[in-house]
């Protein structure tokens, strides 16, 4: 088996190679878009620049915990989205005990979700597929239009106007459907994304749990607006769970060359 780098890796020259000979996609027709969302690109700064096929999303100070209450863990993490047709690629790494290396791919490509786990680089500790991790995934790159805003421009994705402040996204790919609600502020910038697709898996089931997923403190990158701060919480029955939080540096669109690994 291979270590997980080498598959982020190989996965991101995959997706590259197929965007490079798809048709190009609009040059960021913004027209045919909800008012909010039209409001959202100007605002942050997207208008006139130039289309986006792919996305490095730059994070630091990235900390996850596997329970509610527990410690805080650091952990790096790079993460390669692709537009053409939707893929998310996420590598994060992290030492257990200090000592032990764990690594980890999260990922949805060619229709498909998993979330792969291996400790030492070779034992593979968790493999999580199937259709629930299907629908999981595709909802989490239709969220990720808080940061890599080129996703609402997608064919693949459909808008409807709930009130002044919030619209209803539904993502539908390879036979796939995925919906949430996108909240924004008086600033026009999206703050919040909450969804009933997505699983938590315990003891190999799969529960269906409400999630969010939260942007916020957004800062002037190079021109172009972006949340630093980003979060992600499942609404479980004990009560609220936020399990990720981490730092947005930059954003990089159409640079598929990772520096960090």
């Not at 619209?167 to 995925?178: D, E, H, Q, V, W």
């Not at 008086?186 to 703050?191: M, P, R, V």
């Amino acid at each position: 088996m291979l270590p997980l780098k080498k598959v982020f890796l190989q996965s991101i020259n995959l997706a590259g190679q197929r965007c490079a000979y798809a048709a190009p996609a609009d040059l960021n027709s913004f027209e045919s878009l909800p008012e909010l969302l039209k409001q959202f690109f100007q605002r942050c700064g997207y208008s006139g620049t130039e289309k986006a096929e792919c996305a490095h999303i730059k994070w630091k100070n990235a900390a996850i915990r596997f329970t509610a209450g527990s410690k805080w863990k650091s952990m790096s993490c790079c993460q390669m989205n692709f537009l053409c047709r939707p893929v998310r690629l996420a590598y994060m790494s992290m030492k257990m005990y200090g000592l032990v290396p764990v690594e980890a791919l999260d990922k949805f490509q060619d229709g498909r979700g998993s979330m792969c786990v291996k400790i030492l680089g070779m034992f593979t500790v968790n493999d999580v597929k199937g259709k629930e991790m299907d629908q999981a995934e595709l909802v989490t790159v239709l969220a990720e239009t808080m940061i890599v805003p080129h996703y609402a421009l997608q064919k693949y994705i459909t808008w409807e106007v709930l009130g002044p402040f919030s619209l209803k996204g539904m993502i539908s790919y390879n036979g796939i459907t995925a919906a949430g609600i996108f909240q924004f502020n008086s600033d026009h910038e999206c703050t919040q994304f909450r969804t009933q697709d997505r699983y938590m898996t315990k003891n190999n089931t799969y529960l269906q749990t409400p999630w969010t997923a939260t942007a916020k403190n957004y800062v002037n990158r190079n021109g172009i607006r972006i949340p630093s701060e980003f979060s992600a919480i499942w609404h479980t029955s004990q009560g609220d769970f936020e399990y990720f939080k981490g730092e947005i540096e930059a954003v990089e669109f159409n640079h598929t060359a990772i520096a960090e690994l």
